[in-house]
């Protein structure tokens, strides 16, 4: 069975954790953190054990998840390279840092280490995310097909090219902010239509959620699908009118356009 360190206890490090617990269980899985007392409550809440060290996180995993802020990579790696050169067989080393590309880390490593790349969005917290993988050549397909596996209660898994990922970024990972507006601003329109605050804000999401639900299990384009609401002279068609004159498509475009420049500028840096 393969053991799994992660390394970082916030949000997204321990919502992926809950689901690799549903598959392999929580005794497969040790958690290290900066801050202990958030290490030892997420471990508690899975069944799983706390590392003393990020060093001892190291030699005791198989596959490392390496969930800390961008901006704390850079010293994570210097700490733990010199472990990561001795001990083998090599553990896989498994980042959602954005910015950090694969080159990055094993120039900070070494320039064989085994490294998947994962862009998870904000979802994933519910088990509704979409996760993007990349792997370095020294990861075999069994060990890429293990990270897909213990990914797989979090959500969507999709296995591409690296040079892809600055472009789910700014789709996957950006638009939840996006969509998160979109259904403020419809709530917003209910409310000013004389609906309760509560009572907008539910429709909003539910109309949001079920529209992307159709475009996913009906397999009709998206046209096709908004064709079937806007009846002739009917309340749909002249709202698309006013969308349509605000640039609403090409507005959107933009914003997934700027996300996509900056995370490139990032993943520069």
Request: one cysteine or more; charged letters at 20%.
């Amino acid at each position: 069975m393969a053991y799994i360190a992660c390394i970082g206890s916030g949000n997204m490090g321990t919502a992926l954790m809950k689901g690799v617990a549903n598959i392999m269980g929580g005794e497969s899985i040790g958690f290290t953190d900066a801050d202990g007392g958030k290490a030892k409550s997420a471990a508690a809440a899975l069944g799983a054990k706390v590392f003393s060290s990020n060093v001892e996180a190291v030699f005791a995993a198989d596959f490392m998840f390496l969930a800390v802020k961008p901006q704390a990579m850079s010293a994570l790696l210097d700490e733990i390279a010199p472990a990561l050169k001795k001990k083998k067989p090599q553990a896989v080393l498994v980042s959602m840092a954005a910015g950090w590309t694969i080159s990055a880390i094993q120039k900070r490593t070494c320039k064989s280490q085994s490294v998947v790349r994962i862009m998870p969005n904000t979802p994933a917290l519910i088990g509704q995310g979409v996760i993007a993988l990349a792997s370095s050549s020294e990861v075999d397909e069994r060990q890429t097909a293990t990270v897909v596996k213990m990914l797989s209660k979090s959500g969507i898994v999709e296995s591409m090219d690296e040079k892809f990922l600055d472009a789910v970024t700014a789709l996957s990972g950006c638009a939840p902010a996006f969509v998160y507006m979109f259904i403020e601003a419809l709530a917003d329109g209910g409310v000013k239509a004389g609906l309760a605050r509560d009572k907008a804000l539910m429709f909003a999401a539910q109309t949001v959620l079920g529209a992307g639900a159709m475009v996913k299990e009906t397999g009709r384009h998206t046209g096709e699908l908004k064709d079937m609401v806007t009846s002739p002279a009917g309340a749909t068609i002249v709202g698309v009118e006013v969308l349509e004159k605000g640039a609403f498509r090409g507005l959107v475009m933009s914003a997934v356009d700027a996300a996509f420049k900056r995370s490139k500028e990032l993943s520069g840096q």
